[in-house]
């Protein structure tokens, strides 16, 4: 499962899942380009992984924007082939508490520019380096709340089923240039983007999960990294999901 020298970038890796996630590649001897939209998350975050004697860097990054990640691009372009992608970034904060009819369009477009929009800005971006380097890998962070359909969440559900089906789509057109492309889908992570969620909904999850204890960002990185390493080389177009056995499908 080593990753040794293998250039992954993470989008989102200023906190929460994708921090975990970009700690994690680091241990196994990832080198992490950390894709964040704020600097302070971002460079926090290098800092931490150079300390423990890991390789990163910092590329601010805003996955909705088509020109920030064209620069992403560009500037990895020209510093050796990148191997893998983990998708992370992310709108989920207070993003609940509304039924489909009383969302505004611009909430809807705004969950959909980054949940949806910003994997695939960037899988495309990306692609014609791993294209040329002739391997790689894409993980997509998706959410069990897709494959369970949660109320009053339904723009966020549609964008996390929209990456689902893109994922798919992906690995088809990758899969004979030895690019792999998985989803990974998640419960109900503790960390900043769950501390807005409501009681009932923690309650939900606990209480119905085959493993009852509060998921944390730990329980999926190891997903991840499988994925991303040779381990996983005939594994595509699938959706694994980590959530502690409250869906399973």
Do not use: C
Request: aromatic share 6%; hydrophobic share 45%; charged share 20%.
């Amino acid at each position: 499962m080593s990753l040794h020298g293998r250039r992954v970038v993470v989008t989102g890796a200023g906190r929460g899942l994708g921090e975990a996630t970009a700690h994690a590649i680091a241990s196994q001897g990832g080198s992490v380009i950390v894709a964040e939209l704020y600097p302070e998350r971002g460079e926090r975050v290098v800092s931490e992984i150079r300390a423990s004697g890991g390789v990163a860097e910092f590329v601010p990054t805003d996955v909705s924007d088509e020109a920030s990640v064209a620069a992403l691009a560009e500037r990895l372009g020209s510093s050796g082939p990148i191997w893998g992608v983990v998708n992370n970034a992310g709108l989920a904060d207070a993003v609940g508490g509304k039924t489909f009819w009383e969302i505004t369009p611009d909430e809807w477009d705004r969950i959909q520019a980054t949940n949806a929009r910003g994997p695939w800005l960037v899988s495309r971006a990306l692609a014609p380096q791993l294209l040329a380097a002739g391997a790689g890998r894409i993980v997509n962070i998706a959410s069990d709340a897709a494959l369970y359909g949660s109320p009053r969440l339904s723009h966020y559900i549609a964008s996390k089923g929209a990456l689902i089906a893109l994922t798919r789509a992906m690995a088809r057109e990758l899969g004979d240039h030895g690019i792999t492309v998985n989803a990974v889908a998640p419960g109900l992570v503790e960390g900043p983007s769950s501390e807005q969620i409501p009681v009932e909904r923690h309650a939900l999850y606990a209480e119905n999960r085959a493993i009852s204890r509060p998921q944390q960002p730990g329980d999926v990185t190891g997903t991840v990294t499988f994925l991303l390493s040779d381990a996983a080389a005939y594994i595509t177009g699938q959706t694994i999901v980590v959530d502690g056995g409250f869906v399973m499908p």
